[in-house]
Structure formats: structure tokens, C-alpha cells
């Protein structure tokens, strides 16, 4: 996919954005739309990474931005994991 890694947004008819989507790979696919948001009783940005929720964020920029820390925070925990499954593949 040539738009791996970068945020597409989908615009309404009027122009406003409504909803973004990001894929790293096969691994991460991620979310955000705007919704109701009952907690805050206000529409909000609704964060979501394979289908988990992250939450409400009253700002698109917030939302994208709790994504790529959540993505990048799994990644960073993985990396001891993957150098085992290497040295294991080695043997």
C-alpha cells in the first residue's frame, strides 16, 4: 500500500474532515472519527487501534496524536521480543 504510514482523511460533502485512517503493515490499523461522546456530552474524535478503543479526544490533531504514541509505544515493546525470536532463528 502506498499510503502506509500516513494519515488519509475522508471529507464530508461539505469539506469537513469526518473520519482518518493510518496502516503500519499488517499490524496496526487505526481510526479516528468523529462521534458523540457521551462522557464529555459533546462530540468528540474517537481514537480506535485494531479495533480497541483509546478514547475521546475533543480535537482531531489530539486523537491522531494519542494513535501514533500508543503505535510507537507497542513497537518500542516489542523490540526485546523480536531479538529473542531472531537469536531463536539462528540456532
Not at 499510503?3 to 488519509?8: I, K, L, P, R, Y
Not at 496502516?23 to 461522546?37: D, T, Y
Amino acid at each position: 500500500m502506498a499510503d502506509q504510514g500516513h494519515w488519509n482523511d475522508y471529507q464530508n460533502k461539505e469539506g469537513r474532515i469526518v473520519s482518518s485512517t493510518i496502516h503500519f503493515g499488517p499490524v496496526f490499523r487505526c481510526e479516528v472519527s468523529h462521534s458523540w461522546c457521551a462522557e464529555m456530552n459533546a462530540s468528540a474524535w474517537r481514537c480506535l487501534l485494531n479495533g480497541e478503543a483509546l478514547g475521546h479526544y475533543p480535537r482531531i490533531e489530539q486523537a491522531k496524536a494519542r494513535i501514533d504514541w500508543e503505535v510507537w509505544n507497542r513497537v518500542r515493546q516489542m523490540v526485546p521480543g523480536y531479538k529473542l525470536l531472531l537469536e531463536r532463528r539462528a540456532e
